[in-house]
């Protein structure tokens, strides 16, 4: 049953009322990941990506103070043009945004929430938040990865962002009880790479198993989320050598000019994006792309689980 508070789409409700499959989608990837218009060509592509492979798209964000799912095409073109203007909403951050009756943009922890309270159970993202580098000095770690430890909803990414210090974030997750899956993978894909030297926890090959598993979980009680990872496809993927020196220069450039907190991430990706010549935010709307694809067929067989 959708929350009272939430506005969905007329698609969205119909579909969830009938047992249909439907896949949430964030919004932060739309103002805060990528310039405009390829914010917005993506956010829409990733829809039709979902819409193709048997399921209902949900972008979620927050409209005018009121938690929204299924954002219209006109709702999407409106947050990629206002861009950084529209406030980065995390779990903290939805009482005040709502309250105050402004836009906001979900970050993973929020759109799980939204999801949750509509009853999504599938979600389909780039790349997860995470244990930030040199987080045993700022204590910077994503709300994510709370959010994970805490709310019923399957996330599939391409792995943690590569800005993050993936060995701690495994820990996290691990000491949350989340599992951490891979999809036809053993490895850890690295977001821009299809793998980072990481063991997943369990290897799955169909979308049919990890139906099963999220069935297994949330049917005992077991609360909180599932990591799905989904490697780029390989001629997406950029080399790790590459990546990591950019990440490298971009975290240094951040440490010089005291960025911290929400804005690193952003500030991060842009300056990755300059630094890969563009290469990095070509891979990065490949592996969305991707991830909406197998979100779909997750989703679907989710929904087999309950007929």
């Known amino acids: 049953m959708i929350h009272p508070l939430i506005q969905s789409s007329p698609e969205v409700r119909d579909a969830l009322a009938q047992g249909r499959p439907v896949v949430a989608l964030e919004s932060t990837i739309i103002s805060h990941g990528m310039p405009f218009p390829r914010n917005v060509e ?7 990506q979902v819409r193709d492979n048997g399921a209902v798209p949900a972008t979620i ?3 005018a103070g009121r938690p929204t799912v299924g954002l219209t095409a006109d709702q999407i073109e409106h947050l990629g043009k206002e861009g950084l203007r529209v406030t980065k909403v ?33 979600f389909a993202t780039g790349g997860i938040g995470g244990v930030h580098r040199g987080a045993e000095r700022s204590m910077d770690v994503s709300a994510d990865l709370q ?18 210090d993936l060995p701690k ?15 036809e993978t053993d490895d850890l ?10 063991q997943v926890d369990h290897r799955v090959d169909t979308p049919a198993q990890i139906a099963q598993l999220l069935r297994a979980k949330w049917d005992f009680g077991l609360h909180g989320g599932v990591l799905v990872t989904n490697p780029v496809p390989a001629e997406f ?11 490298e220069q971009a975290l240094s450039e951040a440490e010089a000019k005291g960025v911290t907190g929400k804005q690193s991430t952003p500030f991060l990706l842009a300056r990755v994006t300059e630094l890969t010549g563009g290469d990095s935010l070509a891979t990065n ?7 909406a694809r197998l979100a779909a067929l997750i989703a679907r067989e989710v929904a087999k689980t309950h007929t």
Do not use: W
């Not at 993506?42 to 039709?48: G, K």
């Not at 309250?99 to 599938?122: C, E, F, N, W």
């Not at 993927?237 to 990440?247: C, D, G, N, T, Y």
């Not at 709307?285 to 991830?291: F, G, H, K, T």
């Open 169 to 183: 974030t495994l820990e996290y997750l691990e000491t949350h009880g989340v599992p951490v899956l891979g999809f």
């Open 285 to 291: 709307i490949r592996l969305v792309e991707n991830n």
């Open 61 to 63: 964000a927050v409209m």
């Open 237 to 247: 993927a950029m080399p790790r050598k590459r990546i990591e020196q950019a990440v």
């Open 147 to 164: 959010e994970l430890a805490q709310t019923d909803v399957a996330v599939v990414c391409a792995g943690a962002k590569a800005i993050l």
């Open 189 to 198: 894909p690295g977001f821009y790479t299809r793998e980072t030297g990481l």
């Open 90 to 122: 995390s779990r903290r951050d939805l009482p005040q945004i709502m309250a105050t009756g402004k836009d906001g943009a979900t970050t993973v922890a929020s759109t799980m929430i939204l999801a949750a309270r509509a009853g999504i159970q599938v």
């Open 42 to 48: 993506t956010a829409l592509s990733v829809e039709q």
